[in-house]
């Protein structure tokens, strides 16, 4: 995923990916298995990496790159010192980390945390963004994915006891299901009330948050 000068093909790029994974997930819902467990890490740790690449993009594409919306309308802002990629970095980091960075290279450990929910809003507002309206419609959405998401990723990346213990902690504090034996079974079962696992809601959330931020 690259940024672009229209936000609709950026989010046609992110919505692609993933229904690539969405096909996935539907094919494994409610199934349990060796091969169910690698499918789950992988469309689990590449949703978490598909939303990263958007969100860097969408912001870096809206702070220098004046994008137009899938509405047609050119994105603005009132920061003129922002000509590239480096100074829209710069700021960004500024913004949310709080540090003033220095060097002639940023790293990517020195970049923001882009899958935080508060990233593209606060950089969004900080900026004055023309299109902040569509930002904050975006993520009004409700979902977990924001607050979720990273948890299961972080126990599907390293597996160990501790990144085990906090998806227990989401599955008895959020969804009442204290008995959960493994991580598995929270995200790839579905609860009473719904129609979906949670790794299909949140990767149909994802997807409409996309959209609505392009708009």
Same mark, same amino acid.
């Given at each position: 995923?690259?940024?672009?000068?229209?936000?609709?093909?950026?989010?046609?790029?992110?919505?692609?990916?993933?229904?690539?994974?969405?096909?996935?997930?539907?094919?494994? /819902?409610?199934?349990?298995?060796?091969? %169910?467990?690698?499918?789950?890490?992988?469309?689990?740790?590449?949703?978490?990496?598909?939303? %990263?690449?958007?969100?860097?993009?969408?912001?870096?594409?809206? /702070?220098?790159?004046?994008?137009?919306?899938?509405?047609?309308?050119?994105?603005?802002?009132?920061?003129?010192?922002?000509?590239?990629?480096?100074?829209?970095?710069?700021?960004?980091?500024?913004?949310?980390?709080?540090?003033?960075?220095?060097?002639?290279?940023?790293?990517?450990?020195?970049?923001?945390?882009?899958?935080?929910?508060?990233?593209?809003?606060?950089?969004?507002?900080?900026?004055?963004?023309?299109?902040?309206?569509?930002?904050?419609?975006?993520?009004?959405?409700?979902?977990?994915?924001?607050?979720?998401?990273?948890?299961?990723?972080?126990?599907?990346?390293?597996?160990?006891?501790?990144?085990?213990?906090?998806?227990?902690?989401?599955?008895?504090?959020?969804?009442?299901?204290?008995? %959960?034996?493994?991580?598995?079974?929270?995200?790839?079962?579905?609860?009473?009330?719904?129609?979906?696992?949670?790794?299909?809601?949140?990767?149909?959330?994802?997807?409409?948050?996309?959209?609505?931020?392009?708009?």
């Amino acid at each position: 995923m690259r940024r672009r000068t229209c936000l609709e093909r950026l989010n046609r790029s992110f919505a692609g990916r993933i229904t690539q994974l969405q096909f996935i997930a539907n094919k494994i /819902a409610g199934k349990r298995g060796d091969d %169910v467990d690698c499918a789950l890490a992988f469309v689990t740790i590449e949703a978490q990496t598909a939303w %990263v690449g958007f969100a860097r993009e969408f912001y870096l594409s809206c /702070a220098f790159l004046h994008p137009k919306t899938i509405a047609g309308q050119r994105v603005s802002h009132h920061n003129p010192s922002i000509i590239d990629e480096y100074r829209a970095l710069l700021y960004s980091i500024s913004a949310l980390k709080g540090k003033v960075w220095a060097a002639s290279r940023i790293p990517p450990q020195a970049e923001p945390v882009w899958h935080e929910k508060r990233a593209l809003p606060l950089l969004s507002g900080g900026l004055a963004l023309s299109n902040n309206a569509s930002i904050i419609s975006g993520f009004s959405y409700r979902t977990t994915f924001f607050d979720e998401l990273p948890t299961m990723r972080n126990f599907y990346a390293h597996r160990s006891y501790g990144t085990a213990m906090k998806v227990f902690g989401i599955a008895a504090r959020k969804y009442g299901a204290a008995k %959960v034996l493994h991580p598995n079974d929270l995200v790839n079962v579905v609860f009473a009330g719904r129609v979906q696992t949670l790794i299909q809601e949140w990767l149909g959330d994802m997807k409409q948050i996309g959209l609505k931020i392009c708009q």
